[in-house]
């Protein structure tokens, strides 16, 4: 069912919003300026069929950029693996490729030490005067702003954009727009079905979901805009701890302006904790690590199976075919220097 929210209750929202100040936040921080620490990933391949002839594993390997630098300590598999990059993100992996004797229960093991910084554009009122319309969109993003099979940039999409961002002029005040709308109108929820596939229109529809979901509607709605925008997964950090078990995957998103360049949003961790809504918004902190980038991902070596809905688990294939008997387990350890 389509419904559609009136526009001038729309304009009376975002202009609130796009008036209120966010200097206090601008200076306020939540999070250390760096985190080092031990990022551990495990898995199990559960029961193999006996008569398995192949099996091959691929698992996302998180990669040194200016957000974060990785190093890898120790890869423990039954067999040695290959390092490898898939062209479209460039998300790197290494590939496993196990046949004749394998084992019932293979076990993997990667060791990571990481150093992660905050990533920050400043504030939405320090942005915008560094703002300009939206130009022509280079040919490296032209894929940016292309759908993904569950991100569309037409129908229901397309109106949401409309209807939201059709008032405000450039990129900025779009993308604010956007996400001061989803901010308010979705709530954190991962109760009965339909949520964590990234589903925008499912999303848009239903206004709740995880990280998953609170992103691909962002995203759908900016590159229906003509604004490149990307989707980021990796692992949650606990804020107030310093080692422990990860429960599972974070993601978030980021968009393109001229004259500025990336800048990261994380609509779902404002919502949770609703003081740090306008640190979110130009901002993300160090309580995090990055795994890889897109959707629809295509691994290196090709998959048999389809694209990937996105890249932070492992990923099987028994003799061809996707198998998903595995026991995942993430875990990270801070690391003290010495002054």
Known sequence: MRSRI???LLLFFVAGYLFATDAPAASRKFSP??????????FIINDLPSGAKQVRVWAPVPQS???QTVRVLAVRAPIKGRMMREPEYGNRMVYFELTGSVPRNPEFMLEYEVTRREYTRGGYTQLVPKDQKPGLVPASMGRLIAPDN???TDGRIKSLALDVTASQAGTLAKAKAAYDYLFATMRYDKTGAGWGRGDAVWACDSKRGNCTDFHSVFIGMLRADGIPARFDIGFPLPENKDKGEIPGYHCWAEFYAHGIGWIPVDISEAWKAKEKQDYFFGSIDTNRI???SGRDITLSPKQD?????YFVYPYVEVDGKPYEKLDKQ????????SQ
């Open 330 to 337: 993430f875990s990270f350890e801070e690391v003290r220097r």
């Open 290 to 292: 990055q795994f890889s």
């Open 65 to 67: 950029d200016e957000h």
């Open 305 to 309: 199976g389809p694209a990937l809905n």
């Open 150 to 152: 569950l991100i569309p």
């Open 33 to 42: 300026p760096v985190r080092t620490f031990r990022f551990t990933y495990k």
């Open 6 to 8: 009136p526009c001038s």
